[in-house]
């Protein structure tokens, strides 16, 4: 049987729901029993649910009562809930990239990777009403148009670029979002045709943007950058700069695998360059010997020594934001990181204090927060040499124990 980290959590007051690869289970906030999970369906609605693949987006509405999913299926599912009952799916029109429920629980805001060509490729942000209405005329596909918008979602805004990440203002006028290629936009929300403003000046991808309930009109961006920035977003003017690079290099202990990186044995292949310097050092070899010289040293590589370890990569994963003992502090995570960051922005967003660092030796996955300072922290507990089976861990902020 596969194995499965939580890769997401929500907390409520009566509940806990935790995503675990294609899986959901409602848990009881106070007792931790399962009140409901997709592990017990029927073999015939599990089959289904391990069809979609693992759940790669999340969102649960204002209300705490629907709670909507999409995977690599490119399906949108809405479940209740109380009794974890699937209400309705629909067929979006590219893999999303983040799910959010818009202010209260009627729409649903998607963002996927590519656009069709009648929007000009772009990544796009779709709405889609809580559940489909019954009888939905076939779109049709004309001749600019890449893919039908098979889901009859709402068109909100574009990138030209990859979307990575859009959060929607606290008084629900703006939407904000990422992209790949470093561009941070304000727009209008539900008309996200008409752009407010940019904040430009990343010069790395934008992987994760917040708005802290506590300052309105700051938006906190990271991605790939060595320091978080801190935005006036109506403006577009940074205030400044977070530096982050320091503290958290040392906690990124997991490097992302490249494609074709390894054989069938689980051997490192050599690449193409490799490859040729090994034939034309055997070719000259070859020729030495004809002429019954033997080369002065041997330059060959040795094929079986491991390969140099590539540099970690910075990437940002997600930042949040709470108040407590009249402390303001910013939360972040890093993929690949082992650890927790916090800052405290009591002093303001210029004079942030020193990150504190809380290792768990195990990747962290996800987070989620209490307002009483309480942390929620998922991470891969059987990553490496583990020493407890414990798949979410506790730290309160305030006392600082784990």
Known sequence: MAFFPHSQ??????????????????????????????FNFSESDKDSVLKSGPVRCAALS??????????DDKILKVWEVEGLQARSQRELPKRPTGIQFAAGDDIILVADKFGDVFRRDKPLVMAYPLHPPENI???????????ENVSGGELVLGHTSLLTSFVLSHDGQYIISADRDEHIRVSWYPKGFNIEM??????????????????PSTLISGGGDPGLKVWDWMTGVCRGDIPILDTVLPYIRV????????????ERKPNKRRRKKEQKNKAQMSDDEGEGEKPADDTTPDASAPAPEEPFTLAIHKIASFTTNDNKYLIFSAIGATALFAVDVSAGFSAPSEIEPFDFGKPVIDFTLEDNGNIWVCVDAQWGEAVNDAMVERINLVSGKV
């Not at 806990?16 to 999970?37: F, Y």
């Not at 934008?206 to 506590?214: E, T, Y």
């Open 9 to 38: 959590l929500f907390l409520g007051s009566t509940r806990c729901i935790a995503v675990s690869g294609p899986h959901i289970q409602i848990l009881d906030s106070k007792s931790g029993s399962v009140l409901s999970s997709t």
């Open 62 to 71: 204002p209300s705490g009562k629907y709670l909507a999913t999409a995977g």
């Open 137 to 147: 005329a076939k779109p049709k596909k004309d001749a600019l148009s890449s893919h």
């Open 198 to 215: 940019y904040c430009l000046g990343h010069t790395k991808f934008v992987s994760a943007i917040h708005i802290p309930k506590f300052s």
């Open 255 to 266: 490097r992302p695998q490249k494609k074709n990186e390894l054989d069938e044995d689980g």
